[in-house]
């Protein structure tokens, strides 16, 4: 597999909140900030440097290059916490609250896997950490979640080669997301309502 076809671990979770936002992002290189982005990243300043530490025995890096050469995806883990016996712990910061998010979990599964390929070690739990209440949510990474990886993998690869974006959703995800202006899924969807009333798309 060539590098230019090497999917990014961040695009699987855009992909999983929204397939057209991790177009916007991935094909047509589209960003913006809004308050929950600048949240974002201002959790992340304490884990994009890349560092090494050992804290009560156990061994933690920041910002740790990853890959997998079998799926194709690249990226940084924020926090790996090595154990004694060298097992990989792998922590995704967030700026939300303890909530469970299927993106989130998705995106620390792909770390896992890309973990288990470099280091010949099974990964089968990792976290997410909260800033917003400041706590951890264990993350079993089971094979149901691994599929899921697998199956996002193969569609982000198939969005970003066919190069379009895909229709916007228009739904209660819209509005927390920075890139709302730049897709204007309310207006292009009231467009394509009155184009179908108007019979615009009947040629």
Known sequence: ????DYVMLSALQHYVYCPRQCALIHVEQVWDENLYTLRGQRVHDKVDIPDSEIVEGVRVERALPLWSHKLGLT????LV?????????PVEYK??????????DVQLCAQAICLEEMFKLPVPLGAIYHAASKRRREVKLDESLRSI???????VRSLIALGKLPAPVADRRCPDCSLIDACMPYALQGFERSAKSNNLFSI
């Open 1 to 4: 597999m060539e590098p230019d």
């Open 75 to 78: 990226g940084f883990a924020d």
């Open 81 to 89: 916490e090595f154990s004694l016996d060298g097992t990989p712990y």
């Open 95 to 104: 700026s939300g609250s303890k909530k469970p998010r299927k993106a989130d």
């Open 149 to 155: 990886v697998i199956e996002t993998t193969q569609n």
